[in-house]
């Protein structure tokens, strides 16, 4: 069973102990086609199966509007609506205001459909 949280840089080593091995993958950012990257305004929703982290999703809260940022799933755990949900709950905490989102991989395009 797949559960999902939120996490953010500022909850501490925790933070990097799950995503550090996401931020220095070249596989990973060789995917996403650009290197990715924290900092203090980034929510993070994480999807973890047995303890380990298969999925994260990333908005960012501006002043007018949230921007959905990067999203990846492990090659292994895609097309089990993983993705999907992490989108989901990323509008969900984005509530009323107004929501940027660009899908540039080809997996999230047809989420954004």
Do not use: T
Not at 1 to 23: H, I, K, L, Q, W
Not at 63 to 90: D, H, K, N, T
């Amino acid at each position: 069973m797949v559960e999902y949280s939120v996490a953010r840089s500022s909850d501490g080593p925790s933070f990097y102990v799950a995503m550090g091995p996401f931020f220095a993958s070249r596989d990973v950012q060789k995917e996403l086609g650009w290197p990715f990257y924290d900092d203090a305004r980034f929510e993070w929703i994480l999807a973890r199966e047995h303890g380990e982290v298969v999925g994260w999703a990333a908005l960012v809260r501006e002043p007018r509007r949230v921007s959905l940022e990067w999203a990846y799933v492990v090659p292994g755990c895609r097309r089990r609506g993983i993705y999907r949900e992490m989108f989901q709950r990323r509008l969900e905490q984005a509530g009323d205001v107004p929501i940027r989102g660009m899908a540039a991989n080809p997996f999230a395009q047809r989420v954004y459909e």
